[in-house]
């Protein structure tokens, strides 16, 4: 028979034994060690419409293992492949050496993460080493559902982040004193479909290991994103010409957003080119004519942009020449009114300077030729002074016109001076017109030269 003092102790050792393994399981849970995980920049401001980048979460955070959504999308798009989730098995360390909000140009935001996963001397063999990473984003790439596993589209049959090649490049084994590292980077980003609009996208980032021939285990991670708020756009300022025809003088056509196009750079290999602040100006008219119920106008132009290549091109000016006719719908010569447009035919051609062997990339811009970029044109006349003339006469003919214009163009690159083509990844980029700088500068000396007057009406209001 069990007396009190029997009960009593038996229920202390449950007690230290539960205690006990408590203790065990929550050193278990913690083996896996996170630095680093404050962001360096936490919010980004993007012009010129102040668009805002926000990490989050910010800190990052330790993934525990995987989530039910990692296992649910693993099973759904690698269903030939068996993952083992061992959350509590690695002992080493994640370390992010970059987390930040960034952004490729206007109505561009990104999030940017570098980190290492610095291995436990304990821990599964460096060469087997690779992440798993889900997203879950408001704006899918390529129109497709959320989450999935990164990357989309997937550059080999297999679910890890870096691919065979990839990985063997991104381990170091000499790094943390010999145990070795295996480095990650990711910069995530997604241009304003429309103003104003809120993307979010969130990546659960496991390190993994590859076991055999379609078997992986799926261990602990970081947990890291970004949000990005696209501002409403701001009014734009009209542009003024003498003449019905566009485009005017002192003005220039602005593209929104960053163009992003595949190249494969001679001695460098394939990759991502980025175009921003892409402007085409000072125009030259070669004029225009009417066929068919419609007007087509020709005319050259200079442009300019900035360039991002990763690890080769950062913030170089790109510019060149070129010329661009486009047709304007049902409209006569000199018509005032609101008219379709398309842009029937645009060749740029430019170059960026690279430390490439000839010190610049060649580059060459055009519509592409398998879509149609339409638009629209709005002219409307202008009069400064009206006739004190009869009521019954006719209005005095206008003195200026106001142009209203813009295109959604589908842009094609080449960098192989016309032998391959590739189109912008982001599909069709807004060019709007809009008034040169000296245009505006003007503008606002006038405005400072009436200022005086200005101020004394409102007294006397």
Known sequence: MTGPRMRWLSGLTRSVCLLTMMLIGGLASAAITLTGAAGNVSMLTVAPDSDKVTLNPDPATLAGGASQAVKDRLAAEFAGYTFTYLPTTLKGTINITTYTAFSYGPHNGAGRIFLTYDRHADDPALGTLNFIQLVTTSDPLGGGTSPY????????????????????????????????????????????????????????????????????????????????????????????????????????????????????????????????????????????????????????????????????????????????????????????????????????????????????IDVLLRESPGDSSFGELSVSGVINAQSKDDASAPPPPADDFIIDSFFDVFTEISVDGGGLWGSDKNGAATATLVPEPSACLLLVLGLIGIGPLVRRRRRAA
């Open 149 to 360: 596993i990164d990357p989309r589209p997937n550059d080999d049959t297999e679910p890890y982040y870096w691919t065979d090649a990839e990985a063997v490049a991104e381990r170091n084994a000499a790094a943390n004193g010999g145990d070795g590292s295996l480095a990650f980077r990711d910069t995530s980003s997604r241009n304003c479909a429309t103003h104003p609009d809120n993307i979010s996208w969130r990546g659960s980032l496991l390190v993994a290991a590859e076991t055999g021939a379609n078997t992986a285990h799926v261990y602990a991670g970081v947990n890291w994103g970004w949000d990005f708020v696209c501002q409403p756009t701001a009014k734009k300022k009209a542009v003024r010409s003498p003449i019905p025809e566009s485009p005017p003088d002192d003005s220039l056509y602005r593209f929104d957003g960053t163009l992003e196009f595949d190249v494969e750079i001679p001695g460098f290999g394939l990759t991502t080119m980025f175009i921003d602040d892409l402007v085409l100006s000072d125009f030259s008219n070669q004029g225009s004519f009417e066929s068919l119920g419609n007007v087509e106008t020709n005319f050259d132009t200079n442009f300019s942009g900035r360039v991002n290549i990763p690890g080769l091109v950062e913030n170089q000016r790109l510019d060149g020449n070129g010329f661009v006719q486009f047709g304007a719908f049902g409209r006569g010569l000199g018509e005032t009114g609101t008219f379709q447009t398309e842009i029937v035919a645009m060749s740029l051609s430019g170059s960026v300077p690279a430390p490439v062997p000839s010190g610049f």
